[in-house]
């Protein structure tokens, strides 16, 4: 967004409060109103409570709901906002709702308010919504959305055309509507490209596509999710176990499941979790410190190793110069090597053929750049000290640190998925702190085997 364009925004944003403050009712609808639902939401989240109030007088419970379904605000704060109204307006704001959002916000909401609003609500309505409040979270079922188009497979595209145009309003999406028999079973899908390109009289059944993909409401988010990727849909038909159709799933969830996934994803490769953070940087530090607790715990066994090896080290007190660079490789590698297999099990690359060819790919990657980064060591070290097995012990110790580092990194994550841990939990603190145990005994392996060579006995 250009600066200009912001700047305009801000000046607008400036007059809409103001309108507020001064209750202006007309003015503030007027200038409201003609922003970009996005836009006035961004403008909500601004709002303190009184001036929150008054927006709920000004604006009707369907302009409400329009706000609340683009709003990027925690689900548990619009959860709050209910509260901030009438039952009966929080009630109409929530069946003017797409049933999904809905849904998200009300999972938060209290259990006496809940029943509150569900009581005031049409009853079919409240039905779907007590519905998918069951359903387990992150599953297909608790993302769908309850308002799609779907048609009969003896009925003509003219007949079809109008069921459309009848219920385009309350629909999601109308790009794509769906087949269904008597039973209620998903049989065909159409999009309204189809529709518009036949002939009014050509029956449903003839033009309709089938086999469908569809996804079963008990299905990880995940899943559906890469799905949704890998074939390029706009949206997708959720089933019960019967077949039977009872939603479908929109790009724009799948986009707040690849996010909400990436920023998982991201605190556990980071060892702290970014959705968390407050402006309270005691509250950060508790937070940071429990999950620094297993590296803490890993980097006594560091100290207590080089501890064990005090005798060597005081005979050759040069192997302390290069302490840091070791571990400082081999954990840097493992971090990496951990990303990569992360990476690969979020895109589904879990079949025993990727397992193998990612712990090889990985192994020899580390082999290389281990051997690359060893002979330049050995190099700088001969050189720099004029004791060339010196260079070589580290050498060695570094292809041989960073080789296992790679190795730790990719199959640690994929031992986690196969018991159906988050991969991610084994976070880049983690890896990197194991490496540094397992590099400090490598290094100091070897240079014991070759110690007389390097300190003139």
Same mark, same amino acid.
């Given at each position: 967004m250009s600066t200009e364009i912001q700047n305009e925004l801000e000046k607008m944003r400036v007059k809409i409060i103001a309108n507020l403050d001064e209750q202006k009712a007309h003015d503030f609808r007027i200038a409201f109103l003609d922003l970009h639902v996005y836009e006035q939401a961004q403008i909500f989240a601004d709002l303190n409570v009184a001036q929150r109030a008054r927006v709920y007088r000004y604006l009707t419970p369907d302009e409400v709901g329009e706000i609340f379904n683009v709003s990027e605000e925690e689900p548990a704060l619009l959860a709050g906002y209910f509260e901030e109204m009438t039952p009966r307006y929080a009630a109409q704001v929530i069946n003017s709702m797409y049933t999904d959002n809905a849904v998200d916000i009300l999972a938060f909401a209290k259990k006496k308010n809940l029943a509150k609003y569900l009581k005031l609500i049409p009853s079919e309505d409240a039905s779907e919504i007590r519905e998918m409040l069951h359903y387990e979270d992150k599953t297909a079922g608790a993302i769908m959305s309850t308002e799609y188009v779907d048609i009969v497979g003896n009925q003509t595209v003219r007949s079809a055309m109008h069921i459309i145009k009848s219920e385009a309003l309350e629909a999601e999406t109308i790009y794509y509507i769906y087949v269904i028999d008597d039973e209620e079973k998903l049989v065909g899908v159409l999009t309204l490209r189809d529709?518009?390109?036949?002939? !009014? /009289?050509?029956?449903?059944? /003839?033009?309709?596509? $089938?086999?469908?993909?569809?996804?079963?409401?008990?299905?990880?988010?995940? @899943?559906?999710?890469?799905?949704? =990727? /890998?074939?390029?849909?706009?949206?997708?038909?959720?089933?019960?176990?019967? !077949? =039977?159709?009872?939603?479908?799933?929109?790009?724009?969830?799948?986009? !707040?499941?690849?996010?909400?996934?990436?920023?998982?994803?991201?605190?556990?490769?980071?060892?702290? /979790?970014?959705?968390?953070?407050? !402006?309270?940087?005691?509250?950060?530090?508790?937070?940071?410190?429990?999950?620094?607790?297993?590296?803490?715990?890993?980097?006594?066994?560091?100290?207590?190793?080089?501890?064990?090896? @005090?005798?060597?080290?005081? =005979?050759? $007190?040069?192997?302390?110069?290069?302490?840091?660079?070791?571990t400082g490789a081999a954990g840097n590698a493992g971090t990496q090597s951990l990303a990569v297999a992360v990476k690969r099990i979020a895109n589904n690359d879990d079949q025993e053929t990727s397992w193998f060819s990612t712990i090889l790919n990985e192994t020899l990657t580390g082999v290389i750049v281990g051997f690359c980064s060893g002979l330049i060591i050995w190099g700088i070290v001969g050189v720099w000290k004029a004791n060339f097995v010196l260079g070589f012990v580290i050498g060695v110790a570094m292809l041989c640190a960073i080789t296992f580092a790679n190795l730790v990194g990719c199959v640690i994550p994929m031992l986690m998925d196969k018991v159906n841990l988050n991969p991610s939990i084994a976070s880049g603190p983690f890896i990197s702190t194991l490496s540094d145990v397992t590099s400090l005994l490598i290094y100091f392996s070897f240079a014991s085997m070759f110690l007389k060579f390097f300190i003139g006995q």
């Open positions: 529709l518009l390109t036949n002939d !009014d /009289d050509i029956m449903i059944s /003839d033009i309709m596509n $089938t086999p469908v993909m569809s996804v079963q409401v008990t299905e990880d988010q995940e @899943e559906v999710a890469q799905t949704i =990727k /890998d074939y390029n849909f706009l949206a997708l038909p959720v089933t019960d176990y019967d !077949d =039977k159709l009872i939603g479908i799933i929109n790009v724009d969830d799948i986009i !707040d499941v690849i996010d909400e996934e990436s920023t998982e994803d991201f605190s556990g490769l980071a060892g702290v /979790d970014t959705e968390q953070g407050t !402006d309270n940087p005691f509250m950060n530090a508790w937070t940071r410190f429990r999950s620094s607790a297993l590296p803490l715990f890993l980097g006594f066994i560091t100290i207590l190793l080089v501890e064990h090896y @005090e005798n060597l080290i005081n =005979k050759a $007190t040069i192997l302390a110069v290069f302490i840091s660079m070791i």
